[in-house]
């Protein structure tokens, strides 16, 4: 925690009002600690910028640039960051480093720094397509084949698109990414130019384009597709809300049972409320003629329905037998 408030702007000599009270002291929490700290963590980062990778064997990589507000020099810096898969399924951060997001130049010099300490040639990398890494990947490991990120393009494509048009283009987009095999994801790829094609041919170009790249996961285990596909961090969520979702339920709003008035549970003179049962509908006295009105010659009677109690059950329960 005491990294990331630092990261985060937290002067060193703030910590201890900051923290104070909520950890019940201030030991440990002074300027000059939190300055020895700051130094063991940026030796921490050194040594895990420049550990060896020869061993790591790294199958597949995600590469992105993620935006944060943590003190770095300029604005548009991001934070490069790239994380791998062994062969025994284990995924870990390969590298971090702070850089622009879309220049080729920032992504080709954290390949070649992981590249120098012994890293293998990846067999696919999936991200962004807009990315500067993939020209640096071509460049540093030629081997190694991309995958576009599903979250992104799928995106991408909704903003070439008219709002009344999303719902069936995520529903098409859907038989591409969801598809059986890769040969039915190329099938519902031209049916989504056939459908799209005409009135929104950029749309269509986004998805055309880059076809080889969105289909490549399919050459691999089905077990993985899920985890190559998308840079998103949850493996199990749906692009951009193209999966179906659940009906919405409207709320059944409570019915307003009309509680008793006090003409209609009348009080004694002592103030407790009159054992009188509550008048039923069917039990009402009838309406008097003042209660008539006149409309067109036809004269038509408004009845006065006394409330009905809502405690009060629909139909009164047997009384018990007698034993003799």
Request: glycine share 8%.
């Amino acid at each position: 925690m005491l990294p990331l408030l630092y990261l985060h702007g937290l002067s060193s000599g703030d910590f201890v009002p900051a923290l104070g009270q909520f950890l019940g002291t201030s030991a440990g929490l002074s300027a000059p600690v939190i300055t020895k700290l700051t130094g063991d963590w940026k030796a921490e980062a050194r040594a895990f910028a420049a550990r060896d990778l020869s061993g790591a064997g790294y199958v597949y990589v995600w590469a992105d640039g993620i935006h944060v507000n943590i003190r770095l020099e300029e604005g548009k810096l991001c934070l490069l960051v790239m994380i791998g898969v062994r062969a025994d399924g284990r995924k870990e951060l390969i590298a971090l480093s702070d850089g622009y997001r879309e220049s080729s130049q920032s992504w080709a010099d954290l390949l070649r720094d992981c590249a120098r300490r012994g890293m293998r040639t990846p067999v696919l990398a999936a991200g962004d397509g807009a990315l500067g890494s993939w020209s640096a990947l071509r460049e540093v490991f030629p081997g190694t084949r991309e995958q576009r990120c599903w979250f992104h393009k799928i995106a991408n494509v909704l903003g070439a698109l008219p709002k009344s048009a999303h719902p069936g283009a995520k529903k098409a987009l859907a038989e591409i990414w969801n598809a059986e095999d890769k040969d039915h994801a190329r099938t519902a790829v031209k049916a989504f130019a056939a459908a799209y094609g005409a009135k929104h041919s950029k749309a269509a170009a986004k998805i055309a384009d880059d076809e080889d790249e969105l289909l490549a996961f399919y050459d691999y285990p089905a077990e993985h597709w899920v985890h190559l596909r998308t840079t998103n961090p949850n493996p199990h969520s749906r692009p951009c809300g193209t999966g179906p979702r659940s009906p919405r339920v409207p709320a059944r709003r409570p019915r307003a049972w009309p509680w008793p008035t006090s003409s209609s549970n009348p009080r004694n003179a002592a103030g407790a409320p009159s054992t009188r049962p509550i008048s039923s509908p069917s039990s009402a006295p009838a309406p008097s003629s003042s209660t008539a009105s006149s409309w067109n010659g036809r004269k038509t009677r408004h009845p006065k329905r006394a409330p009905r109690h809502p405690l009060r059950p629909t139909r009164r329960s047997p009384k018990p037998l007698k034993r003799s």
